[in-house]
């Protein structure tokens, strides 16, 4: 070995010295960040998905109108008046026989909004009435849809109300 060979093997010894022995490198590789990621994403999924609809569910609308409508045909026989049921593509709500003309009737069975995204397919205006004995003057049936979703509540000729299906 010359000795312009020798400095240059020292050199680089020097060097390996510095730098000591090999050790992982700092930090986290890319592959472990994107598991990172996947995991918190699959995460954040699975809360959004669990939390509920603060709309509640169309099936919970429909049953609820149709034991609001139950409570108007009761009402019909127990204060004898008829009692009507109008529904529109917004809402609903309940009118008294009273005085030779048809009166709004009090809470709870006052006027009614449906909840944000639902509506009331198809109707402009639709009346059924409860005489006194709780017969219904016509079957109707209501179809509510919100966000492609479909519920029937249908109100049978003798007074009963049920959601369908």
Known sequence: MTAGEGTVVKARAARVQRRGP???SSGFTLIELMVVITVIGLASAAAVLAMPDT???LA????????????????AIVESRPVSLWVTETGYGFDQ???GRWSPMEPPLGVEQWRPGTAAAGLVRERVTFDTTGLADRPLTIT????GARTDVVIEPDGRAHVAG
Do not use: I, N
Request: charged share 40%; glycine share 6%; proline share 3%.
């Open 22 to 24: 090999s050790r992982p």
């Open 97 to 99: 026989w009273r005085g």
């Open 60 to 75: 919970d609308e429909a049953a609820r109108f149709a034991a609001r409508a139950r409570s108007a045909h009761d009402a």
């Open 144 to 147: 509510l849809t919100r966000e």
């Open 55 to 57: 709309r509640g569910r």
